[in-house]
């Protein structure tokens, strides 16, 4: 990760936090799947004849994991699709505008999503929603889809203030560079 000295404090913060907290748990999570995967399918299954029961949704929560992780950190480092058709016709204050614009809105929508998600995750356990096999609550998922949405509103924010104090985004940029 490349720490750009000239972004502000808290988005430097940030970009720190989103990038360990992906490669720690993110990186947690993707071992946890490939080690069990292989154990499951290799050794139980097709060496044993005998599954582990409940693999499936182990590994569907997992995944449920590694997408809570990355869209925070893909709109910090601006992997999520913009479609900017008309950008290039429009003048540099109204394509400012017009993006802030779009990021308001963006804002409005997670934080509907963040709330939503929270009150799931709070119904969860009452209206009984789990896993098929292990019963497992989808409340803590909920949550953490809640605190994803609520971090890339986040993003959105500081995105906006990038934008008004120097008309441009400057995104994280992830590189081969030590830690």
């Not at 949704?57 to 925070?72: E, G, M, R």
């Not at 119904?123 to 409340?139: D, H, R, V, Y």
Request: glycine residues 6%; contains cysteine.
């Amino acid at each position: 990760m490349s720490q750009d000295s000239n972004l502000p404090r808290p988005i430097r913060l940030l970009d720190t936090g989103l990038t360990w907290v992906s490669l720690v748990c993110g990186g947690a999570t993707l071992i946890f799947m490939t080690g069990y995967s292989v154990w499951n399918v290799l050794i139980m299954r097709k060496a044993l004849n005998a599954p582990i029961v409940g693999a499936e949704d182990l590994l569907i929560l997992s995944l449920v994991v590694i997408v809570a992780l990355s869209i925070p950190l893909g709109a910090r480092t601006g992997a999520h699709i913009e479609i900017e058709v008309l950008e290039s016709r429009m003048s540099a204050a109204f394509a400012k505008w017009s993006m802030i614009l779009m990021k308001l809105m963006g804002i409005v929508l997670l934080a509907f999503m963040s709330w939503r998600l929270w009150h799931a995750g709070g119904t969860a356990s009452k209206f009984g929603e789990t896993t098929q096999q292990l019963l497992i609550s989808f409340e803590p998922f909920y949550y953490l889809l809640s605190a994803s949405a609520a971090i890339y509103a986040v993003v959105l924010v500081l995105d906006i203030w990038q934008l008004l104090r120097s008309n441009a985004v400057q995104s994280l940029r992830i590189t081969g560079d030590t830690l």
